[in-house]
């Protein structure tokens, strides 16, 4: 388990957000889970800076799109029908590359980046599935940055290939999840990120690569979350 807290750690909070068409059908649901977490957020630690980036094809010349950058979590905007409209293709390595770009010179003592996604990369210009990987473990060699990746799928043969795509980036069993993408389950499978989110706040751990705890899989099995079985940790 985390230790408590003994000194106040400036944490900034940076969630990828993929808000291309596949995520048409689950908005709605989209919309009300981070708003929950951005509060869970609040609620915990109030001085924590938020980065919420949003991708998609449906502009040409604008596939990255920024909702807020290093903003309190307490003045952030909400997600809205007019601020998270799926549509478009799945520009996920631009999006990773230009968030972490966009907050890796704050004066923070920690970053957890959150990359949420229920596609797959066919969209992206400037980065590499190749430069995305070493520009991770760069920021992990910090011992500053935690990142996870949650790949949202409509059966189990389609979060198993989101983890397949995870894993190539270089992520590992303790900081992957892969929730239910149809409606009505897909808020019950996010609850992994936002117990482990709270822990990870309330704790003096700058960064894990062990983010989601064992426990909390098994209360959310039956909610829609899927994890990878027999496979090694990333050292």
């Known amino acids: 388990m985390p230790k408590k807290k003994t000194e106040h750690l400036k ?22 889970t981070f708003n929950q977490y951005f509060d869970d957020i609040e609620r915990t630690d109030a001085e924590t800076l938020v980065t919420v980036a949003e ?42 590359g230009e968030t972490i770009r966009a907050v890796e010179n704050e004066k923070v003592d920690r970053f957890l980046l959150v990359i949420l996604t229920d596609g797959f990369e066919n969209a992206s210009k400037e980065f590499t599935k190749d430069s995305i990987q070493k520009l991770i ?34 992520f590992g069993v303790g900081s992957f999840r892969a929730p239910d993408a149809t409606p009505g389950a897909f808020a019950g499978g996010l609850n992994a990120l936002r117990g482990s989110t709270i822990s990870y706040l309330s704790s003096t ?16 099995e039956s909610e829609g979350l899927w ?9």
Do not use: H
């Open 11 to 32: 944490t900034l909070v940076a969630v990828v957000l993929d808000e291309s068409g596949s995520m048409y059908n689950i908005a709605d649901e989209t919309r009300g």
């Open 55 to 96: 991708f998609s094809g449906r502009s040409v010349t604008d596939k990255v799109r920024f909702l807020c950058k290093s903003t309190n979590v307490k003045d952030m905007p909400y997600l809205d029908e007019n601020n998270y409209r799926p549509g478009g293709d799945t520009p996920l390595l631009d999006a990773i």
């Open 137 to 170: 473990k760069e920021k992990e060699a910090t011992d500053k940055w935690t990142v996870v990746y949650l790949g949202a799928g409509l059966d189990n043969i389609r979060r198993e290939q989101q983890w397949l795509a995870a894993s190539s980036l270089g």
């Open 205 to 220: 751990e700058k960064a894990t690569t062990n983010f989601f705890q064992p426990e909390e899989d098994e209360t959310e």
């Open 227 to 235: 994890t990878p079985d027999k496979v090694k940790t990333k050292s």
